[in-house]
């Protein structure tokens, strides 16, 4: 997902006149929590904006007259967005200010709660999955970390924190089983906020962390959201989505949903480019997210982009007489020298050794008595091709002569030259180097399933492969193939075994995110050690943008070595990171990002 996947909105009722229901309820009438800041209103008017973080909600029916609602979508923060709901003729107000405002391309819907409440919504308890209240910063810096690996809009944390302690939101966050954070939705009390006789609220920034969460994690949310929202006797809640993303609304009719006439008004911003905009580049709904997040970071700067090749990911980006082609993060400014540096591991181990930094013991497979001595001598191997990538032909834990042959030939059917190396055991971590500074590092787990006590093994490994394709546009799945079933089985299990709830069973060796793997962002725990060493590896490479690869016991602590270098990482796979953000600086540096109404911790850059 990378939009909004709810976002919430209120109808109007046609026959009232716009801007009677504050009159009559006046400021002092709203229901606030002791302490905390009213709604705020344009001067002048009783007009109700409502600061949510990510932008303001901005309830239309509370204003006298037009020009006060466009006042008040002018004044929009940078890097927020604001949304104006509940107005009357809203296509009046966009139809005289064209250049500046437009109508949001999204179709709203309605859920009745109280005795109409339909059936479906009710339960929908998620086994491990607890869903409460956000509490703290903590919990606001993990949901605007989900907001950014959707490509939503975050928010700065004290906001969110401060919303989720008054009556007018309901802000919520899933949990699961090992306290993580994986899902989140807010909700908005009309009757809070301006003490609304038609008893309504609306929904807002429901999204879940496709890497983590359980399957039905949304749909709990959900129900957890109208549930209190019934208590506390709303006649509905709606939600705006986009007119695109066919598997919510699919979701939301099944819930019992149904299609109300309300529209929302935007102002025309980088961040709103996409959904006003005649049409985006020929070819960009062909492009895999790692092309399509350096277009959409180049398009909001104002940069030109050409889709030269979408099944490629090529685009040609020019702005200011500057023309640049990439595919990918790979661009023009890596040379072809540096490229083949990294294509073939045995050279990047070779430079990197000549360097001083560390790698594994290894060599060249002979497929004599020497590769046995070697495994004789270190012990478990890897053996993989000198050359290829996503994980192909590479075989781990190798430790009998056997199966070293085995390996070796698995490998030469990718690659004729194969690389044998001593195991070296830890976490997988992969650090993202721009412009010789460290912009983001994760640590990557094999692809995993978490038991039900419902499901067996294949279904699991099938439904947690459907949301990984979903999460990464089918780029990542997991094959139910023979080494997924090897890994299963040295597990102690069968395929038609049905886990116990919440236990958690790996069923791939290696954490490449082509077959299932998860990525989880650790720059703000990366050890100063470790960002110097990838510093010099990219120095000693040569190499504007890389993708360096370790194996570390913590990514906290100064113990690492090199496995390999990528000359083209997905960016996309470093959100909240500012990824895309940093490649264009190093492509146009006369370009300026949008500014970030929340970043995340990180380590600064090294070197």
Sequence with gaps: MTDILATGTARTDRDRVPGRRRERTGPGGDPVASGTPEPRRPAGSPGVVLDCGWGRLVFGQTFHDQVQVADVLRSEAVGARDICIYLRDPHVLV???????????????????????????????????????????????????????????????????DNARTDRFLHLVAEDATGEVVGTITGVDHVAVFADPENGASLWCLTVDFNTAPPGT???????????????????????????????????????????????????????????????????????????????????????????????GELRLSNGGRTVHTRESLSELTSAVAMSRCDDKRVTRRILAEAGLRVPRGRTATG?????????????????????????????????????????????????????????????????????????????RPAQITGDGVHDITELIERQSRRRAAATGGESTIPVDELTREVVADAGHRMDDVLPEGTVLAVRRTANLHTGGTIHDVTAELHPVIAEACVAASRALDIPVTGLDLLVPAPDRPEHVFIEANERPGLANHEPQPTAERFVDLLFPGTRAPRRLWSPAGTGGAG
């Design 218 to 312: 949304g749909q709990a949310l959900l129900t957890a959201l109208a549930d209190r929202l019934d208590a506390r006797g709303r006649a509905y809640v709606d939600l705006s989505v986009l007119a695109e993303n066919s598997g919510a609304i699919r979701l939301y009719e099944r819930l019992g949903f149904h299609r109300t006439a309300t529209l929302c008004v935007k102002r025309k911003n980088p961040i709103n480019e996409r959904l006003f905009l005649p049409a985006a580049p020929e070819g960009y709904d062909q492009l895999n997210p790692y092309a399509k997040i350096i277009a959409d970071e180049a398009m909001r700067r104002g940069v030109r982009v050409e889709v030269t090749d979408p099944r490629w």
């Design 95 to 161: 139809s005289r200010l064209p250049d500046e405002l437009f109508i949001d391309p999204s179709l709203t819907y309605r859920l009745p709660l109280g005795g109409q409440r339909p059936a479906a919504t009710e339960g929908g308890e998620v086994p491990g999955l607890t869903v409460r209240p956000l509490r703290d910063a903590d919990d606001a810096d993990a949901v605007n970390r989900i907001y950014a690996r959707n490509g939503m809009v975050t928010a700065p944390v004290d906001v969110l924190v």
């Design 368 to 444: 004599d008595a020497d590769d046995l001595a070697f495994l004789t001598e270190v012990g478990p191997v890897v053996v993989k091709p000198a050359r290829g990538e996503q994980g192909n032909g590479i075989t781990v834990g190798v430790r009998t002569p056997q199966a070293l042959t085995a390996a070796i030939e698995l490998a030469r059917r990718f690659c004729p030259d194969v690389l044998i190396e001593e195991l070296r055991t830890g976490e997988d971590l992969r650090v993202v180097v721009i412009d010789h500074e460290v912009v983001a590092a994760a640590v990557r």
